[in-house]
């Protein structure tokens, strides 16, 4: 009986074990699969660009309702164009639970350019290809221009 027990003491700890290890591969895998969700930009210092900015630090808030938080920031991606480069900063995904929507925190960043901004503007992704693209906030489109 005691032996009973035990065994099944064992297989109920392996299956929490392996239930937790689960979620923790499902969250982890959701965050680093290159792309979480929508997250908006502004620049933190616009008069700190120039045309030989390698670098530029930005806010960025959780475009979906969140509570108030915007939550970590995944690496920015970005897209080199002749006339503009756009900056794609997503933010990590949070657990689906009701949200209000006061409006989120703004999180600071650093993009590293891999070369000068040059006479291009820097656009926002998600004002361009992205899930505020019809939003006042993308009114103008560029958020720094030459």
Not at 5 to 22: D, E, G, K, P, T
Not at 108 to 113: D, S
Request: aromatic share 4%.
């Amino acid at each position: 009986m005691r032996t009973k027990r035990l065994s099944l003491l064992a297989v109920s700890a392996l299956l929490v074990v392996i239930a937790a290890a689960l979620v923790t591969i499902f969250i982890v895998g959701r965050q680093t699969n290159g792309r979480g969700e929508a997250g908006m930009w502004e620049l933190a210092n616009p008069g700190e660009v120039s045309a030989s900015s390698t670098s530029v630090d930005i806010l960025v808030t959780r475009l979906e309702c969140a509570s108030g938080v915007t939550g970590e920031i995944l690496k920015p991606t970005v897209s080199y164009e002749n006339d503009r480069i756009v900056i794609r900063a997503d933010v990590a995904r949070t657990p689906s639970a009701a949200a209000n929507c006061q409006g989120n925190n703004q999180v600071p960043a650093t993009v590293t350019l891999k070369e000068p901004i040059g006479q291009r503007a820097l656009v926002d992704f998600q004002c361009v290809d992205g899930e505020a693209v019809n939003y006042p906030v993308c009114d103008p489109l560029e958020k720094w221009t030459p």
